[in-house]
């Protein structure tokens, strides 16, 4: 890591929240970087961030650290603190799409539990792919409204090992298989994706582990690995 934004992502992917981090003057750090880190590229990162702010903030910073003691020191880091903080968000948004903004917008309203304490469990759970891929999903889901093609995506891609029925005599039924184990976090989530993507005349039945059983073929039909629906 060099730059300031590079610290963010990297504080993003380490889910640490943006506010514990603290910036401060690195008073020896090199010209050559941003980031005074303890190792060269080093891929974690603390939760003080020690920062050139000479390297491209100079007029900014240039008054704030003279020579002699300041007169209130503690006041004088709480502002760099601040400072480097909305210089470092400037950083991470002059490199976003209008697609990255709104979807930046959409999770800290789901952090903030607009959309229910469920939604916030549910992405709190996932990891960084899996949370861009729900606010893509869910960002589609607002410009279409609710599609069936945009749930089937979504268990497709944050359901692991799944497979999705439409059956013909109900149109509004919708099977949905996973090898996975039964276990509450997943159920929470395979709720959630129904509540979110689907209108509410759709029923969908989950088969947890065994696959139900389909005439004609052999691998759905073993003996004690089949569900019967």
Request: proline fraction near 5%; hydrophobic fraction near 40%.
């Amino acid at each position: 890591m060099m730059f300031l934004w590079e610290a963010l992502l990297c504080a993003r992917m380490a889910q640490i929240p943006e506010q514990e981090l603290r910036f401060v003057h690195a008073r020896h750090g090199s010209p050559y970087m941003e980031l005074s880190l303890p190792c060269l590229n080093q891929p974690w990162l603390d939760k003080d961030v020690e920062v050139n702010t000479y390297y491209r903030f100079y007029s900014i910073f240039k008054a704030m650290f003279p020579p002699d003691p300041p007169e209130f020191p503690a006041l004088r880091d709480s502002l760099t603190d601040a400072a480097v903080h909305m210089l470092a968000q400037n950083d991470i948004m002059r490199g976003m799409t209008r697609e990255d903004y709104h979807k930046k917008l959409l999770a800290d309203e789901v952090m903030r539990g607009g959309f229910g304490e469920t939604a916030v469990k549910v992405f709190c759970d996932m990891d960084k792919k899996e949370q861009e891929k729900l606010l893509s999903g869910w960002l589609n889901s607002f410009r279409v409204g609710s599609a069936l093609p945009i749930f089937l995506d979504m268990v497709h891609g944050l359901i692991d090992d799944s497979i999705v029925y439409l059956s013909r005599e109900n149109p509004d039924e919708i099977l949905l298989y996973t090898g996975l184990k039964k276990e509450q976090k997943l159920e929470q989530r395979i709720a959630f994706l129904a509540d979110t993507f689907l209108d509410i005349r759709y029923h969908v039945e989950v088969f947890y582990e065994h696959h139900f059983g389909i005439i004609d073929i052999g691998e759905t039909m073993r003996i004690d690995e089949t569900a019967i629906c």
